[in-house]
């Protein structure tokens, strides 16, 4: 049960870059004439989803294709120079959930659950997108890379730290001024996704519910039928969210799916979200601020500390947050926006904190896919700090309250 729940849970020459530099010159000279807006940007969070990777585990049954190491090649443009070190610049911690997936290998020769060359163009696209925003269309941050500008937080899995790296790699375009920092923690404190394992009450809660939303009836009755059409063996355990995951790999990297599964692409996608919703609860506050509660006090605090000017980092503007979709999907729920689609690879809520150039007045604009959005609560896009704090008190919770709620289980009934 222990290991299930772990598993769960172009180098560019010397002109090309002269030639960027003088377009980011250009472009910032001609923003500094444009009439500047009311807002002034003064922090960036983004909380993204790691890219394209070899599924966690394949359809059993099914006709199987070839996950070989060719695919997990890196583009010569994603190499940065890093390091990955505990959360105080320690040593990196062990990583129970990376060795869960070494443990079995894929058809083809490599492992589950691992970034592959398209999964690092598609974060390298999304630095380069938010280079658009931050570097050349506002000199918000710096061209070239600084540990005192940019924080690097990862999950301790290889696919999540490529992507962060893959992804300053685009932002900063191999720019970098000392060694570039991704910190981690140790599994049983982390709280970049659900930690089932670290928190005893979540698995309490919820800890069944994984198994329990493959039985509802509805999802039940499809779940047999796309069984029959696969001709997938009765004794096999399979789940909607599986097949997804299996199905969703493969589009994605050009390989073949079994034509049946056409006709039941949409279903999946449904079935698989259905599930996710039950296994997080919405409607149950508590699931949601165990999942995320610790995460969003993080986000938070970061504003505050910009704020009050109290950060011993006083020139830090971008948090960088490599994590999942299992980590995504509970943030859109307590955001209030979550479009009952499954996060794509590479997705990112970023959150900005501007302030108002007259009145002072601090304001967070939340965006998802690259599209700003009116968060439930807010009075405007530009939502006022209090609204947004507001909105998000039934869920944000402080470490010593998550601990306490978490190694505590009072009220709590198991299955």
């Known amino acids: 049960m222990r290991r299930n729940l772990w598993t769960k849970a172009g180098v560019f020459g010397s002109m090309s870059m002269a030639f960027g530099s003088l377009l980011w010159s250009q472009k910032k000279t001609d923003s500094d004439q444009v009439p500047s807006s009311p807002y002034e940007l003064k922090l960036v969070q983004v909380l993204f989803r790691h890219g394209a990777r070899t599924p966690l585990k394949s359809i059993p049954d099914v006709m199987e294709v070839q996950w070989v190491p060719v695919l997990l090649e890196p583009p010569a443009h994603t190499h940065i120079n890093y390091v990955v070190t505990d959360l105080r610049g320690g040593p990196r911690p062990p990583a129970p959930v990376e060795e869960s997936y070494r443990r079995n290998m894929l058809t083809g020769g490599t492992f589950p659950g691992q970034l592959t060359t398209v999964g690092m163009q598609q974060l390298?696209?999304?630095?380069?997108?938010?280079?658009?925003r931050y570097i050349e269309e506002t000199a918000f941050l710096d061209p070239t890379f600084t540990p005192a500008e940019v924080y690097v937080r990862s999950t301790n899995i290889v696919r999540t730290i490529e992507s962060a790296k893959c992804l300053i790699a685009g932002l900063f375009q191999q720019k970098q001024k000392g060694i570039v920092p991704i910190l981690t923690t140790e599994a049983e404190s982390e709280i970049l996704y659900p930690n089932y394992h670290g928190c005893k009450l979540l698995k309490v809660l919820s800890g069944h519910?994984?198994?329990?939303?493959?039985?509802?009836?509805?999802?039940a009755a499809d779940l047999q039928s796309i069984q029959n059409a696969l001709g997938i063996a009765a004794h096999q355990h399979v789940d909607f969210i599986l097949i997804r995951d299996d199905m969703v790999a493969r589009e994605t990297h050009g390989l073949p799916c079994p034509p049946v599964l056409n006709t039941w692409r949409d279903t999946v996608e449904q079935r698989a979200v259905d599930m996710l919703c039950h296994i997080y609860e919405p409607s149950k506050r508590e699931n949601l601020q165990l999942c995320v509660g610790p995460l969003?006090?993080?986000l938070l605090f970061n504003i505050d500390e910009?704020?009050?000017?109290t950060s011993s980092e006083p020139?830090?503007?971008?948090f960088l947050y490599s994590?999942?979709?299992t980590t995504l999907i509970p943030c859109l729920m307590a955001l209030g926006i979550f479009d009952m689609k499954w996060p794509p690879y590479a997705a990112d809520i970023t959150l900005e904190l501007h302030q108002h150039r007259q009145t002072n007045e601090s304001f967070i604009k939340v965006s998802y896919l690259g599209q700003d959005h009116l968060l439930p609560g807010c009075s405007g896009v530009y939502c006022p700090l209090q609204e947004f704090k507001q909105a998000l008190s039934a869920y944000s919770l402080s470490s010593e309250l998550y601990q306490s709620l978490c190694n505590g289980t009072e009220g709590a009934t198991k299955p």
């Not at 519910?209 to 999802?219: G, H, N, Q, V």
């Not at 910009?306 to 000017?309: F, N, R, V, Y």
Request: proline share 3%; net charge positive.
């Open 124 to 132: 390298y696209e999304l630095g380069k997108r938010l280079r658009r």
């Open 209 to 219: 519910r994984w198994a329990e939303s493959s039985a509802l009836p509805d999802i």
């Open 296 to 298: 969003l006090h993080t």
């Open 306 to 309: 910009k704020l009050q000017g």
């Open 315 to 318: 020139n830090r503007k971008l």
């Open 323 to 325: 994590a999942h979709d």
